[in-house]
Nanobody, 118 residues
Framework: QVQLVESGGGSVQAGGSLELSCAASGSIFRFNAMGWYRQAPGKQRELVAI??????NYADSVKGRFTISRDNADNTVYLQMNSLKPEDTAIYYC?????????????WGRGTQVTVSS
């Protein structure tokens, strides 16, 4: 059973930085994609950043401030968040995808809280 465990969340003032980490454990597959999503109170979960096959994509709201990276050897994905804004406050979820002949399998972490104060 694959488990994704996030760490690195916390509280920071606007303009500060945090780095999130997500480590996979259990039956380790070669994930085709890994990424980060977030959900703010009263809002839908949204994509923050994703990395797949060496390419990366970011939400427009975080471009130039956040950087996603991946350690394939450890099946770990990171999210470096700089110049944080109060609107970045949310629960951040790690996501991993395995493409199978029957369709994609999605895995989620439990989330880590990020709070940015003004």
């Amino acid at each position: 059973q694959v488990q994704l465990v996030e760490s690195g969340g916390g509280s920071v003032q606007a303009g500060g930085s945090l780095e999130l980490s997500c480590a996979a454990s259990g039956s380790i597959f070669r994930f085709n994609a890994m990424g980060w999503y977030r959900q703010a109170p009263g809002k839908q979960r949204e994509l923050v950043a994703i990395t797949s096959g060496g390419s990366t994509n970011y939400a427009d709201s975080v471009k130039g401030r956040f950087t996603i990276s991946r350690d394939n050897a450890d099946n770990t994905v990171y999210l470096q968040m700089n110049s944080l804004k109060p609107e970045d406050t949310a629960i951040y979820y790690c996501n991993a995808v395995v493409f199978r002949p029957s369709g994609p399998s999605l895995y989620w972490g439990r989330g880590t809280q990020v709070t940015v104060s003004s």
